[in-house]
């Protein structure tokens, strides 16, 4: 009996197993050395290395003035009512303005492909939340990325983008501290 039971349970465990591919030594795994784990389809997603740094510098000066000597003579004949009499005036302005800006950008970020276009370039979107304390900062990315700017990590790096879009967020004290007042937003309204 238990011999029988024996039999009967190796029979359904043998009917039960199949081999992966009985023609190949290799088991198709998603660890497989072949597969390719670069980003090429709709929803895979990405590594940007972002490295930016830029600055720019602006600067203007104006001068200008401008003078009115006029004088006119007494009139004659039927004029004769117009007495001499002369004007002069002046007008002068100067002014001067400078800014400078300079930004250093060093992040990682995870995006997804949202698009392959014809040309086989890959439409990327992402961003990423960090909450600390009672701050909040978003950081976002968009652009194209060429397959083969993509590298075996699975990386590519901002400058190979096209398109690029970084946009940073804050909110939170810090955030606020940086935001112009009422009175200075008025004024800037206004001007």
């Given at each position: 009996m238990k011999k029988a039971l024996f039999l009967i349970t190796?029979?359904?465990?043998?009917?039960?197993?199949?081999?992966?591919?009985?023609?190949?030594?290799?088991?198709?795994?998603?660890?497989?050395?072949?597969?390719?784990?670069?980003?090429?389809?709709?929803?895979?997603?990405?590594?940007?290395?972002?490295?930016?740094?830029s600055s720019a510098q602006y600067e203007t000066k104006?001068?200008?003035?401008?003078?009115?000597?006029?004088?006119?003579?007494?009139?004659?004949?039927?004029?004769?009512f117009i007495r001499p009499f002369s004007a002069s005036g002046s007008r002068s302005s100067t002014g001067s303005g400078s800014a400078t800006s300079s930004t250093n950008l060093v992040d990682r970020i995870s995006v997804k492909v949202v698009e392959i276009l014809p040309n086989r370039q890959m439409r990327i979107e992402g961003e990423r939340v960090v909450n600390l304390y009672a701050e909040q900062l978003t950081v976002g990315v968009k652009g194209l990325v060429r397959p083969e700017d993509i590298?075996?990590?699975?990386?590519?790096?901002?400058?190979?983008?096209?398109?690029?879009?970084?946009?940073?967020?804050?909110?939170?004290?810090?955030?606020?501290?940086?935001?112009?007042?009422?009175?200075?937003?008025?004024?800037?309204?206004i001007w």
């Open positions: 190796l029979s359904f465990i043998v009917m039960a197993w199949k081999p992966a591919a009985a023609d190949s030594l290799w088991k198709p795994t998603a660890d497989s050395i072949f597969i390719d784990h670069k980003a090429h389809q709709v929803g895979d997603i990405m590594t940007v290395l972002i490295v930016e740094s104006t001068d200008s003035s401008k003078k009115l000597d006029e004088s006119v003579g007494a009139g004659a004949g039927l004029l004769n590298g075996p990590e699975n990386t590519v790096s901002s400058g190979r983008v096209a398109e690029l879009s970084i946009f940073t967020k804050g909110k939170g004290s810090i955030a606020n501290a940086h935001r112009p007042g009422l009175i200075a937003r008025i004024l800037q309204f």
